[in-house]
Protein backbone atom coordinates (compact mmCIF):
# COMPACT_ATOMS: atom_id res chain seq x y z
CA UNK A 1 0.00 0.00 0.00
CA UNK A 2 1.40 3.30 -0.87
CA UNK A 3 1.79 5.20 2.24
CA UNK A 4 -0.25 8.33 1.59
CA UNK A 5 -2.94 5.27 1.24
CA UNK A 6 -1.91 3.88 5.00
CA UNK A 7 -2.28 7.41 6.62
CA UNK A 8 -5.35 8.49 4.70
CA UNK A 9 -6.44 4.74 5.59
CA UNK A 10 -5.52 5.57 9.69
CA UNK A 11 -7.36 9.00 9.39
CA UNK A 12 -10.38 8.01 8.32
CA UNK A 13 -10.82 5.20 10.91
CA UNK A 14 -11.59 2.14 8.84
CA UNK A 15 -12.91 3.36 5.61
CA UNK A 16 -11.07 2.37 2.97
CA UNK A 17 -9.78 5.54 1.16
CA UNK A 18 -8.10 5.27 -2.47
CA UNK A 19 -7.59 9.19 -3.22
CA UNK A 20 -4.58 10.93 -2.53
CA UNK A 21 -5.16 13.50 0.39
CA UNK A 22 -4.53 16.64 -1.83
CA UNK A 23 -1.93 18.02 0.66
CA UNK A 24 0.07 14.88 -1.37
CA UNK A 25 -0.17 17.00 -4.49
CA UNK A 26 3.28 18.84 -5.60
CA UNK A 27 1.06 22.01 -7.08
CA UNK A 28 -0.77 21.79 -3.70
CA UNK A 29 1.50 20.64 -0.64
CA UNK A 30 5.22 21.89 -2.17
CA UNK A 31 6.64 19.59 0.66
CA UNK A 32 4.73 16.33 -1.06
CA UNK A 33 8.19 16.33 -3.52
CA UNK A 34 10.11 15.78 -0.04
CA UNK A 35 11.07 12.34 1.42
CA UNK A 36 8.33 11.71 3.82
CA UNK A 37 6.87 14.94 2.35
CA UNK A 38 3.28 12.93 2.35
CA UNK A 39 3.55 13.76 5.75
CA UNK A 40 4.39 17.12 6.15
CA UNK A 41 2.86 20.48 5.16
CA UNK A 42 4.18 23.61 4.07
CA UNK A 43 5.10 26.99 6.68
CA UNK A 44 4.84 30.09 4.38
CA UNK A 45 6.48 32.11 7.85
CA UNK A 46 9.55 30.34 7.51
CA UNK A 47 9.47 28.54 3.81
CA UNK A 48 9.67 24.99 5.70
CA UNK A 49 7.87 21.66 5.84
CA UNK A 50 6.79 20.26 9.40
CA UNK A 51 5.16 16.90 9.71
CA UNK A 52 1.02 17.23 9.88
CA UNK A 53 -1.01 16.44 13.13
CA UNK A 54 2.09 17.34 15.52
CA UNK A 55 1.35 19.45 18.32
CA UNK A 56 3.70 22.69 19.40
CA UNK A 57 5.89 24.57 17.09
CA UNK A 58 5.38 26.04 14.26
CA UNK A 59 1.89 26.26 16.25
CA UNK A 60 1.09 27.79 19.42
CA UNK A 61 1.69 25.01 21.76
CA UNK A 62 -1.77 23.27 22.71
CA UNK A 63 -2.61 23.06 18.50
CA UNK A 64 -1.58 20.99 16.00
CA UNK A 65 -0.85 21.60 12.43
CA UNK A 66 -3.24 20.72 9.92
CA UNK A 67 -4.35 21.08 6.46
CA UNK A 68 -6.40 23.74 5.31
CA UNK A 69 -7.75 25.02 2.09
CA UNK A 70 -6.98 28.37 0.98
CA UNK A 71 -8.38 28.78 -2.67
CA UNK A 72 -7.65 26.18 -4.57
CA UNK A 73 -4.40 25.07 -2.22
CA UNK A 74 -3.80 23.11 0.91
CA UNK A 75 -2.22 25.53 3.17
CA UNK A 76 -0.89 24.68 6.76
CA UNK A 77 -3.04 25.37 9.46
CA UNK A 78 -2.82 25.38 13.58
CA UNK A 79 -5.86 23.79 14.62
CA UNK A 80 -7.45 22.20 17.81
CA UNK A 81 -7.06 18.50 18.12
CA UNK A 82 -10.22 17.02 17.97
CA UNK A 83 -11.84 16.96 21.65
CA UNK A 84 -10.44 20.51 22.19
CA UNK A 85 -11.33 23.84 21.28
CA UNK A 86 -10.14 27.60 21.69
CA UNK A 87 -11.86 30.68 22.69
CA UNK A 88 -12.22 32.99 19.81
CA UNK A 89 -9.57 35.42 19.39
CA UNK A 90 -6.61 33.01 21.88
CA UNK A 91 -4.75 29.99 20.46
CA UNK A 92 -4.85 27.74 23.68
CA UNK A 93 -6.85 24.60 22.98
CA UNK A 94 -9.35 23.47 26.42
CA UNK A 95 -10.38 19.95 26.60
CA UNK A 96 -14.38 20.41 25.80
CA UNK A 97 -16.76 19.53 28.36
CA UNK A 98 -14.99 20.26 31.24
CA UNK A 99 -14.61 23.88 33.10
CA UNK A 100 -11.70 24.72 31.03
CA UNK A 101 -11.32 28.44 30.98
CA UNK A 102 -15.00 29.09 32.27
CA UNK A 103 -16.42 30.27 35.10
CA UNK A 104 -16.84 28.10 38.31
CA UNK A 105 -19.88 26.01 37.39
CA UNK A 106 -19.50 26.68 33.65
CA UNK A 107 -18.19 24.36 31.16
CA UNK A 108 -16.84 24.44 27.71
CA UNK A 109 -18.85 23.72 25.13
CA UNK A 110 -17.98 23.19 20.87
CA UNK A 111 -19.89 26.01 18.88
CA UNK A 112 -21.28 24.26 15.79
CA UNK A 113 -18.49 24.19 12.96
CA UNK A 114 -21.21 25.46 10.44
CA UNK A 115 -20.95 28.93 12.57
CA UNK A 116 -17.34 28.96 11.76
CA UNK A 117 -15.94 29.49 8.43
CA UNK A 118 -12.66 29.55 9.01
CA UNK A 119 -12.39 25.61 10.54
CA UNK A 120 -11.31 26.88 14.06
CA UNK A 121 -12.66 24.29 16.76
CA UNK A 122 -13.97 27.27 18.85
CA UNK A 123 -15.98 26.54 21.92
CA UNK A 124 -17.65 28.61 24.51
CA UNK A 125 -18.66 28.94 28.23
CA UNK A 126 -22.18 27.73 28.84
CA UNK A 127 -24.03 26.68 31.96
CA UNK A 128 -24.57 23.26 32.41
CA UNK A 129 -29.15 22.63 31.63
CA UNK A 130 -31.28 22.02 34.58
CA UNK A 131 -32.03 18.62 35.35
CA UNK A 132 -35.65 17.72 37.13
CA UNK A 133 -34.38 17.58 40.23
CA UNK A 134 -31.16 17.63 42.90
CA UNK A 135 -30.58 13.55 42.49
CA UNK A 136 -29.53 14.25 39.11
CA UNK A 137 -26.35 15.38 37.30
CA UNK A 138 -26.10 17.16 33.94
CA UNK A 139 -23.16 15.23 31.82
CA UNK A 140 -22.75 17.87 29.06
CA UNK A 141 -20.84 15.35 26.54
CA UNK A 142 -24.21 13.71 25.63
CA UNK A 143 -26.61 16.08 27.08
CA UNK A 144 -28.25 13.82 29.59
CA UNK A 145 -29.30 13.74 33.44
CA UNK A 146 -28.22 11.08 35.16
CA UNK A 147 -28.61 10.35 38.82
CA UNK A 148 -25.75 10.66 41.09
CA UNK A 149 -23.50 8.20 42.72
CA UNK A 150 -24.48 5.60 39.90
CA UNK A 151 -22.23 4.41 37.25
CA UNK A 152 -24.27 6.89 35.07
CA UNK A 153 -22.26 7.76 31.39
CA UNK A 154 -18.98 6.52 33.73
CA UNK A 155 -16.69 3.88 33.10
CA UNK A 156 -17.70 0.61 35.50
CA UNK A 157 -15.31 1.62 38.62
CA UNK A 158 -16.17 5.18 38.58
CA UNK A 159 -19.52 6.80 39.82
CA UNK A 160 -20.97 9.85 38.50
CA UNK A 161 -20.49 12.69 41.19
CA UNK A 162 -20.50 16.15 41.12
CA UNK A 163 -16.81 17.61 41.27
CA UNK A 164 -15.09 20.80 42.98
CA UNK A 165 -16.60 23.23 40.65
CA UNK A 166 -19.65 21.90 40.69
CA UNK A 167 -20.39 19.92 37.61
CA UNK A 168 -20.87 16.33 36.92
CA UNK A 169 -17.77 14.25 37.59
CA UNK A 170 -16.84 10.56 37.13
CA UNK A 171 -15.05 9.94 40.56
CA UNK A 172 -14.23 6.90 42.82
CA UNK A 173 -11.68 7.81 46.22
CA UNK A 174 -10.78 5.81 48.40
CA UNK A 175 -13.42 7.28 51.37
CA UNK A 176 -16.35 6.76 49.46
CA UNK A 177 -18.86 4.59 51.20
CA UNK A 178 -19.20 3.06 47.49
CA UNK A 179 -15.58 2.23 47.21
CA UNK A 180 -14.42 -1.29 46.93
CA UNK A 181 -10.70 -2.08 48.30
CA UNK A 182 -10.03 -5.33 45.77
CA UNK A 183 -10.24 -3.26 42.86
CA UNK A 184 -10.12 -0.21 43.74
CA UNK A 185 -13.39 0.83 42.68
CA UNK A 186 -16.58 2.17 43.46
CA UNK A 187 -20.04 0.93 42.83
CA UNK A 188 -23.46 1.47 42.71
CA UNK A 189 -24.85 -0.04 45.76
CA UNK A 190 -27.38 -2.50 45.31
CA UNK A 191 -26.46 -3.06 41.35
CA UNK A 192 -23.60 -6.15 40.92
CA UNK A 193 -20.52 -4.36 41.00
CA UNK A 194 -17.39 -6.22 41.74
CA UNK A 195 -19.61 -9.06 43.30
CA UNK A 196 -20.05 -12.31 41.76
CA UNK A 197 -23.21 -13.82 40.06
CA UNK A 198 -25.88 -14.35 42.35
CA UNK A 199 -24.90 -11.46 44.70
CA UNK A 200 -25.19 -7.82 44.85
CA UNK A 201 -22.98 -4.95 45.91
CA UNK A 202 -24.52 -3.94 49.28
CA UNK A 203 -23.02 -1.59 51.67
CA UNK A 204 -21.22 -1.90 54.13
CA UNK A 205 -19.65 -2.92 51.78
CA UNK A 206 -19.81 -5.97 51.08
CA UNK A 207 -20.53 -8.98 48.54
CA UNK A 208 -24.04 -10.62 49.51
CA UNK A 209 -27.68 -11.66 48.92
CA UNK A 210 -30.54 -11.37 51.72
CA UNK A 211 -33.56 -12.98 50.97
CA UNK A 212 -35.66 -9.82 52.56
CA UNK A 213 -34.47 -7.85 49.70
CA UNK A 214 -36.93 -7.12 46.65
CA UNK A 215 -33.88 -8.40 44.28
CA UNK A 216 -34.06 -11.74 45.82
CA UNK A 217 -34.97 -14.61 43.63
CA UNK A 218 -36.20 -17.29 45.51
CA UNK A 219 -35.86 -20.30 42.72
CA UNK A 220 -32.29 -19.96 42.72
CA UNK A 221 -31.72 -18.74 46.39
CA UNK A 222 -29.55 -15.33 44.76
CA UNK A 223 -29.98 -12.09 44.51
CA UNK A 224 -29.74 -10.59 40.96
CA UNK A 225 -29.66 -6.16 40.00
CA UNK A 226 -33.48 -4.91 38.99
CA UNK A 227 -33.87 -4.91 35.25
CA UNK A 228 -31.59 -7.14 34.06
CA UNK A 229 -32.07 -10.62 32.72
CA UNK A 230 -31.13 -11.54 36.52
CA UNK A 231 -31.88 -15.35 36.36
CA UNK A 232 -34.85 -15.18 33.46
CA UNK A 233 -35.21 -16.77 30.37
CA UNK A 234 -34.63 -14.66 27.03
CA UNK A 235 -36.03 -11.82 26.27
CA UNK A 236 -37.32 -11.51 30.12
CA UNK A 237 -36.15 -8.31 32.74
CA UNK A 238 -35.90 -9.44 36.66
CA UNK A 239 -38.00 -6.52 37.59
CA UNK A 240 -40.39 -5.68 40.32
CA UNK A 241 -44.10 -5.63 39.14
CA UNK A 242 -46.18 -5.16 42.58
CA UNK A 243 -45.15 -3.15 45.53
CA UNK A 244 -47.44 -4.94 48.44
CA UNK A 245 -47.30 -3.75 51.96
CA UNK A 246 -45.15 -7.09 52.97
CA UNK A 247 -42.26 -5.56 50.75
CA UNK A 248 -42.12 -6.20 47.03
CA UNK A 249 -40.28 -9.01 45.15
CA UNK A 250 -38.78 -8.44 41.66
CA UNK A 251 -39.78 -11.43 39.45
CA UNK A 252 -39.32 -12.52 35.47
CA UNK A 253 -41.12 -10.24 32.97
CA UNK A 254 -41.26 -10.22 29.86
CA UNK A 255 -39.37 -7.17 28.30
CA UNK A 256 -41.68 -4.18 27.02
CA UNK A 257 -42.86 -5.12 23.57
CA UNK A 258 -42.29 -8.58 23.95
CA UNK A 259 -44.51 -11.54 24.31
CA UNK A 260 -44.13 -14.49 26.51
CA UNK A 261 -44.34 -17.24 23.42
CA UNK A 262 -44.92 -21.92 24.03
CA UNK A 263 -41.54 -21.82 24.58
CA UNK A 264 -41.17 -20.12 28.00
CA UNK A 265 -38.94 -17.21 26.32
CA UNK A 266 -40.66 -13.41 25.62
CA UNK A 267 -39.95 -12.28 21.64
CA UNK A 268 -40.08 -8.94 20.56
CA UNK A 269 -43.43 -8.52 19.04
CA UNK A 270 -44.23 -8.97 15.39
CA UNK A 271 -40.12 -10.56 15.27
CA UNK A 272 -40.35 -14.24 14.00
CA UNK A 273 -39.54 -15.78 17.19
CA UNK A 274 -39.68 -19.52 17.17
CA UNK A 275 -42.59 -19.05 14.63
CA UNK A 276 -43.17 -20.39 10.85
CA UNK A 277 -40.77 -18.55 8.03
CA UNK A 278 -43.98 -16.76 7.63
CA UNK A 279 -45.09 -15.87 10.73
CA UNK A 280 -44.57 -13.66 13.47
CA UNK A 281 -45.18 -12.80 17.24
CA UNK A 282 -48.05 -11.16 17.81
CA UNK A 283 -49.84 -9.64 21.39
CA UNK A 284 -50.07 -12.33 23.67
CA UNK A 285 -47.23 -14.69 22.19
CA UNK A 286 -49.96 -16.28 19.75
CA UNK A 287 -47.85 -16.99 16.22
CA UNK A 288 -49.88 -15.83 13.37
CA UNK A 289 -49.06 -15.25 9.82
CA UNK A 290 -47.65 -11.85 8.63
CA UNK A 291 -50.12 -10.33 7.13
CA UNK A 292 -47.93 -7.43 4.72
CA UNK A 293 -46.07 -8.38 1.10
CA UNK A 294 -42.88 -8.17 1.12
CA UNK A 295 -41.17 -4.84 1.84
CA UNK A 296 -44.17 -3.30 3.86
CA UNK A 297 -44.16 -2.70 7.76
CA UNK A 298 -47.05 -3.54 10.17
CA UNK A 299 -48.15 -0.33 11.61
CA UNK A 300 -49.98 -2.02 15.08
CA UNK A 301 -52.20 0.96 15.81
CA UNK A 302 -54.00 0.62 12.18
CA UNK A 303 -53.58 -3.06 11.89
CA UNK A 304 -52.54 -2.22 8.64
CA UNK A 305 -49.68 -2.67 6.60
CA UNK A 306 -47.51 0.51 4.75
CA UNK A 307 -44.54 0.90 2.93
CA UNK A 308 -41.45 2.54 4.55
CA UNK A 309 -41.86 6.73 4.22
CA UNK A 310 -44.96 6.22 3.58
CA UNK A 311 -46.36 9.33 5.75
CA UNK A 312 -50.14 8.75 5.48
CA UNK A 313 -50.93 6.96 9.61
CA UNK A 314 -48.09 8.95 11.10
CA UNK A 315 -48.47 12.41 13.06
CA UNK A 316 -47.43 15.96 10.31
CA UNK A 317 -43.81 15.72 9.31
CA UNK A 318 -43.30 12.01 10.08
CA UNK A 319 -43.45 9.09 8.01
CA UNK A 320 -43.73 4.99 8.45
CA UNK A 321 -39.73 3.87 8.99
CA UNK A 322 -38.44 0.63 10.30
CA UNK A 323 -38.25 0.03 13.92
CA UNK A 324 -34.83 1.30 14.49
CA UNK A 325 -35.26 -0.88 18.81
CA UNK A 326 -35.37 -3.45 17.09
CA UNK A 327 -31.86 -5.05 16.98
CA UNK A 328 -31.79 -7.42 14.44
CA UNK A 329 -28.93 -9.56 15.38
CA UNK A 330 -30.78 -10.38 18.81
CA UNK A 331 -34.57 -9.98 17.96
CA UNK A 332 -34.74 -11.39 13.94
CA UNK A 333 -36.30 -9.20 11.65
CA UNK A 334 -38.92 -7.03 12.46
CA UNK A 335 -42.13 -6.35 10.55
CA UNK A 336 -43.27 -3.55 12.85
CA UNK A 337 -43.59 -0.39 11.29
CA UNK A 338 -43.00 3.03 13.71
CA UNK A 339 -43.66 6.58 12.80
CA UNK A 340 -40.18 8.62 13.45
CA UNK A 341 -39.08 11.77 11.93
CA UNK A 342 -39.26 12.18 8.04
CA UNK A 343 -35.96 14.33 8.07
CA UNK A 344 -32.93 15.10 10.29
CA UNK A 345 -33.06 14.10 14.40
CA UNK A 346 -35.86 15.13 16.80
CA UNK A 347 -37.04 14.74 20.05
CA UNK A 348 -38.76 11.78 19.59
CA UNK A 349 -36.14 10.07 18.73
CA UNK A 350 -34.26 10.88 21.87
CA UNK A 351 -37.38 9.84 23.78
CA UNK A 352 -37.03 6.32 21.96
CA UNK A 353 -33.40 5.91 22.58
CA UNK A 354 -34.45 6.68 26.66
CA UNK A 355 -37.11 3.97 26.33
CA UNK A 356 -35.09 1.43 24.76
CA UNK A 357 -32.43 1.31 27.52
CA UNK A 358 -32.92 -1.09 30.48
CA UNK A 359 -32.45 1.54 32.93
CA UNK A 360 -34.22 4.47 31.49
CA UNK A 361 -37.66 5.92 31.10
CA UNK A 362 -39.04 8.81 29.48
CA UNK A 363 -41.33 10.41 31.86
CA UNK A 364 -43.23 13.97 30.79
CA UNK A 365 -40.74 13.74 27.61
CA UNK A 366 -37.43 13.57 29.98
CA UNK A 367 -35.13 10.92 30.21
CA UNK A 368 -35.50 9.50 33.75
CA UNK A 369 -33.44 6.49 35.35
CA UNK A 370 -36.07 3.37 36.56
CA UNK A 371 -36.46 2.95 40.22
CA UNK A 372 -35.05 6.21 41.40
CA UNK A 373 -37.56 8.80 43.04
CA UNK A 374 -37.17 11.23 39.08
CA UNK A 375 -40.26 13.46 39.05
CA UNK A 376 -42.13 11.42 42.13
CA UNK A 377 -43.32 12.45 45.26
CA UNK A 378 -41.49 11.42 48.55
CA UNK A 379 -41.54 7.86 49.28
CA UNK A 380 -42.37 7.07 45.48
CA UNK A 381 -39.75 5.98 42.08
CA UNK A 382 -40.46 5.36 39.25
CA UNK A 383 -41.03 2.55 37.52
CA UNK A 384 -42.05 0.49 34.06
CA UNK A 385 -46.12 0.14 33.43
CA UNK A 386 -46.47 -1.32 29.77
CA UNK A 387 -44.27 1.05 27.27
CA UNK A 388 -44.57 3.77 29.69
CA UNK A 389 -43.40 5.08 32.92
CA UNK A 390 -45.27 5.56 35.93
CA UNK A 391 -45.02 6.80 39.97
CA UNK A 392 -45.32 4.34 42.33
CA UNK A 393 -45.02 3.73 46.33
CA UNK A 394 -41.11 2.48 46.88
CA UNK A 395 -41.24 -1.34 48.77
CA UNK A 396 -41.61 -0.56 52.56
CA UNK A 397 -43.93 2.56 52.04
CA UNK A 398 -47.31 2.25 52.33
CA UNK A 399 -49.46 3.45 49.68
CA UNK A 400 -51.57 5.98 48.41
CA UNK A 401 -49.17 8.71 50.07
CA UNK A 402 -46.38 6.09 50.33
CA UNK A 403 -45.73 6.43 54.40
CA UNK A 404 -43.07 4.55 55.73
CA UNK A 405 -44.23 1.50 57.92
CA UNK A 406 -43.70 2.32 61.15
C1 LIG B 1 -12.95 14.59 39.30
O1 LIG B 1 -12.64 13.29 39.80
C2 LIG B 1 -11.27 12.99 39.76
C3 LIG B 1 -11.11 11.51 40.18
O2 LIG B 1 -11.71 11.28 41.44
C4 LIG B 1 -10.50 13.96 40.67
O3 LIG B 1 -9.12 13.67 40.62
C5 LIG B 1 -10.75 15.38 40.18
O4 LIG B 1 -10.12 16.30 41.07
C6 LIG B 1 -12.24 15.66 40.13
N1 LIG B 1 -12.44 16.96 39.51
C7 LIG B 1 -13.08 17.95 40.13
C8 LIG B 1 -13.17 19.23 39.38
O5 LIG B 1 -13.56 17.86 41.24
C1 LIG C 1 -39.05 -20.97 47.72
O1 LIG C 1 -38.46 -22.13 47.15
C2 LIG C 1 -38.65 -23.31 47.89
C3 LIG C 1 -37.89 -24.45 47.21
O2 LIG C 1 -36.88 -23.98 46.41
C4 LIG C 1 -40.16 -23.61 47.99
O3 LIG C 1 -40.35 -24.74 48.80
C5 LIG C 1 -40.86 -22.40 48.58
O4 LIG C 1 -42.25 -22.62 48.57
C6 LIG C 1 -40.55 -21.15 47.83
N1 LIG C 1 -41.12 -19.98 48.49
C7 LIG C 1 -41.85 -19.07 47.86
C8 LIG C 1 -42.37 -17.95 48.70
O5 LIG C 1 -42.08 -19.13 46.67
Not at 36 to 59: N, Q, S, V
Not at 246 to 258: D, I, M, P, T, W
Amino acid sequence: MAPWVWLAALLCGSQAVVLPPPWADVRRNPCAAHPRGWLMLYWPADGKCYTIYKKGHPCPETQELSPGRWGGRTVAECKCPPGTAQLPHTTTCHKLFERGPCRPGEYFAPVEESFNKRGERQGMCVRPQQCADETLLYWPADGRCYYRMTQGPCYPGALLDAGEDGLANCTCSVDSPNYWAADGGCYAHYSRGPCEKGQLFLPGPKCGCETHLPQYHNGTNACYELDTIGPCPKGHLFSISEVTSQGSKAECKCKSFHARASDGACYRLYTRGPCATDEMIARGGRCTKVPCARGRLYVPERRRCYRPGTPEPCPAGEVVAFDFEARPALDGLSHNGVCACGSGACTRREVEACSSRRWTVPYGGVCHILHTQGPCPEGAWLVRDQNRAKCQCRPGTIPPDCSLKS
